[in-house]
């Protein structure tokens, strides 16, 4: 999962402005996902970054759901967003 978050979200791994990652919990057949962000708040940039942020997380949501539903289909296990 961290590898996959890597890929998509790797860049965020530079700035402490902004940190996503995934808990994972696997049940039986299937895997529960959660998506996990943590912001700070520049105040002298605060439009732009909030702006940034919410295109930011929007696009890794999306991204990380497609791999993420490609994965389960190889794993032959359900994955559930949490």
């Known amino acids: 999962m961290i590898e996959l978050r890597n890929t998509v979200a790797a860049h965020s791994d530079v700035s402490d402005l902004a940190r996503f990652t995934l808990a994972v919990r696997e049940e039986g057949d299937r895997l529960v996902i959660r998506h996990l ?12 970054f909030l702006e940034a ?8 949501t999306i991204s990380i759901n497609k791999l993420l539903d490609h994965l389960g289909k190889k794993l032959g296990k359900r994955i559930i967003l949490d």
Request: proline share 5%.
């Open 53 to 60: 942020v919410e295109h930011t997380a929007h696009f890794v």
């Open 37 to 48: 962000a943590t912001t700070a708040m520049p105040i002298n940039e605060l439009h732009d």
